[in-house]
């Protein structure tokens, strides 16, 4: 497969999860107290890149120090993600890793944070509805990143801080941001192009 052919493949693919966000939600599930209307953006918009941005940071700091920690298996764990996941994206230069990730966070995000969670919390109400919607929204999160084990853990986990992130903000416009900003800084740091070390 080409390269471009590859990049056109990830992203029509993260493209349909939208597209299937938005059938499911035209269903009426999804999060009510956010519908898709143009008031709604405009409120929302700001909140989202500042918020979403701040949250990205924590995660930024733990991806570009986790070399550091002498954990074997956590090492073993990275080694896994760049010998299956990095050459994916290896050839492909940084507009496209760029596109990709921004397209995930919103696929993504719409899918798991806004229909799943969101319609959950919805259908539900309360502290129920707010657990259960966090939960199984992680869970969906972490079986549709499934490549291994160890990698559906870890993508339960990042579903989780994705989750909070939205009920603390009260938009899933936060995670969304983060896990695009997320997903191209370490698609950067994957591929070599992005260099830190700490002191």
């Known amino acids: 497969m080409t390269p471009t052919k590859r990049f056109m493949m990830l992203f029509l693919a993260e493209l ?16 009510r107290r956010e519908p898709l209307t ?10 989202g890149l500042l918020w979403g941005s701040v949250a990205t940071i924590p995660l930024a700091i733990a991806l570009l120090s986790l070399k550091r920690i002498n954990w074997r298996s956590l090492q073993n764990f990275l080694s896994e993600i760049e010998w299956q996941i990095a050459p994916w994206f290896q050839v492909m230069p940084s507009w496209q890793l760029g596109l990709l990730s921004i397209a995930a966070g919103l696929g993504e995000e719409m899918l798991f944070r806004w229909v799943l969670q969101g319609g959950l919390i919805s259908m539900l ?6 657990a259960v919607g966090l939960g199984f929204g992680a869970l969906a999160f972490g079986v549709g990143h499934y490549i291994s084990t160890a990698y559906a853990v870890f ?17 899933w416009l936060v995670p969304a941001v983060c896990h695009a900003l997320y997903d191209f800084l370490a698609l950067l740091y994957l591929t070599g192009r992005l260099r830190w070390k700490l002191a």
């Open 125 to 130: 109400g309360g502290i129920l509805g707010t």
């Open 38 to 47: 143009m008031d709604w953006l405009k409120e929302k918009w700001s909140a």
């Open 16 to 31: 349909s999860l939208m597209g299937l966000a938005i059938v499911v939600a035209w269903l009426g599930f999804y999060d």
């Open 155 to 171: 993508a339960t986990a990042m579903g989780l801080y994705l989750g909070v992130a939205m009920i603390v903000s009260e938009t």
